[in-house]
């Protein structure tokens, strides 16, 4: 991972860059307008960027509502993966659970994605249970993770 890679606060200037990012990593990507709504509309969301020589390389947006903290989305550009970048974002996000004492994380994730699956476990997150047909594309199951802080 490159030293000169920022952790930041999303803002509306990242809404292009972001959605592009969405388009690459994902079936079924948020829209511009809906990063527009989490931004502006939804006062429990909390997005954080990756910044590598003024480029947007890799976005985590969570809920937080009260204790608890759902992952909405994390991605990294394709080109830019395997190199720390995806388990540094979500480190940071833990790190802001932490800092809103936060309690519970959880997510879904595809259960054919086992680059996700290994990213979240080495961060202690547990295998939960599955939601059948939850992904709309494709009707995959989605499988939820989650980890509890002391
Ligand atoms: C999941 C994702 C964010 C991981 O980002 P990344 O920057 O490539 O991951 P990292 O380099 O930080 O890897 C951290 C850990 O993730 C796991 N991992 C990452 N790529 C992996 C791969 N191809 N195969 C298996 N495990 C992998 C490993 O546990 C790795 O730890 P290690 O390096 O000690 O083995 C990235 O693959 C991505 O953007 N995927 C598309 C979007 C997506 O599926 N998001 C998750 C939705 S739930």
Redesign the pocket.
């Known amino acids: 991972m490159s030293n000169d890679v920022i952790f930041r606060k999303m803002t509306l200037a990242d809404i292009a860059s972001v959605a592009d990012l969405e388009r690459e990593?994902?079936a079924t990507p948020w829209t511009e307008e809906i990063f527009e709504h989490e931004l502006s509309g939804n006062a429990y969301s909390h997005y954080i960027v990756a910044e590598l020589d003024g480029d947007i390389i890799?976005h985590c947006g969570m809920w937080i509502v009260l204790d608890e903290c759902h992952?909405t989305?994390?991605?990294?550009r394709?080109s830019?993966?395997?190199?720390?970048?995806?388990?540094?974002?979500m480190r940071q996000a833990m790190e802001l659970c932490r800092l809103n004492e936060v309690k519970t994380m959880t997510?879904?994730?595809?259960v054919s994605?086992?680059?996700?699956r290994?990213?979240y476990?080495?961060l202690g997150f547990q295998e939960g249970g599955i939601r059948k047909n939850y992904y709309q594309d494709d009707h995959e199951d989605g499988l939820v993770m989650w980890v509890e802080f002391e």
Not at 80 to 89: H, Q, S
Not at 113 to 116: G, H
């Open positions: 990593a994902f890799g992952i989305n994390v991605a990294v394709t830019l993966r395997g190199k720390g970048y995806g388990e540094a974002l997510l879904e994730v595809r994605n086992e680059p996700a290994s990213l476990r080495k």
